[in-house]
């Protein structure tokens, strides 16, 4: 799959951020889950708030390596 600049792609975020070359971005922006405190059935695809944090802590992790990857190396050291 070839990334074309100024176009939007409906997928996964992961997928999306792996596709991308090594080191060739300057800014990664995220938008992460709010809502935490809400109580949730079942639509969320888990059945109480701790699994909720959980899923999204790994998934915010899963998002983090990947924007690690693709960020380049003076973005990484500015940031730090």
């Known amino acids: ?3 074309e600049i100024n176009k939007a792609y409906e997928m996964d ?3 999306f951020l792996r596709k991308l070359p090594d080191e060739s971005v ?3 922006v995220t938008d992460p889950p709010y809502k935490l405190t809400q ?3 079942t639509s969320v695809g888990c059945d109480n708030s701790k699994e909720f944090i959980s899923i999204t802590n790994n998934r915010l992790s ?3 390596e ?5 960020a380049k190396q003076s973005v990484l ?3 730090l």
């Open 1 to 3: 799959m070839e990334i």
């Open 13 to 15: 975020c992961v997928e």
């Open 26 to 28: 300057d800014l990664v």
């Open 39 to 41: 109580k949730y059935g």
């Open 62 to 64: 899963e998002i983090g």
């Open 66 to 70: 990947a924007q690690t990857q693709i």
């Open 77 to 79: 050291t500015e940031s």
